[in-house]
């Protein structure tokens, strides 16, 4: 079993930073791929990142290449989600999640097994 959870969330104005982490329980963290979602109030959660469990590969949204980066700490068993240049449609909730084994497709948000409890960004024009 896995326990995630996220934190950094808060408002932010837009063109700001904020920097999200993900704090995992387990030994068996550094086995895991790890994404980052998001859920907009009335809207589909959507996908923003994911990275290998050795952080050799990371994939990131069309909506926020170049402008967020996920990357992970093995040795601490957290991933980060590091969102620049942020735009009011970023706002939302973010969740962070772990998949046991390796996804065929990233994207999908049945590939993960473990979900955090969210944390909100807020993002004022």
């Known amino acids: 079993q896995v326990q995630l959870v996220e934190s950094g969330g808060g408002l932010v104005q837009a063109g700001g930073s904020l920097r999200l982490s993900c704090a995992a329980s387990g030994r068996t963290f550094s086995s895991y791929p790890m994404g980052w979602f998001r859920q907009a109030p009335g809207k589909e959660r959507e996908f923003v990142a994911a990275i290998s469990w050795s952080g050799g590969s990371t994939y990131h949204s069309d909506s926020v290449k170049g402008r967020f980066t996920i990357s992970r700490d093995n040795a601490k068993n957290t991933v980060y989600l590091q969102k620049n240049s942020l735009k009011p449609e970023d706002t939302a909730v973010y969740y962070c999640?772990?998949?046991?084994?390796?996804?065929?497709?990233?994207?999908?948000?049945?590939?993960?097994?473990?979900w955090g409890q969210g944390t909100q960004v807020t993002v004022s024009s």
């Open positions: 999640a772990a998949a046991r084994f390796d996804y065929s497709d990233p994207r999908g948000a049945e590939e993960y097994d473990y």
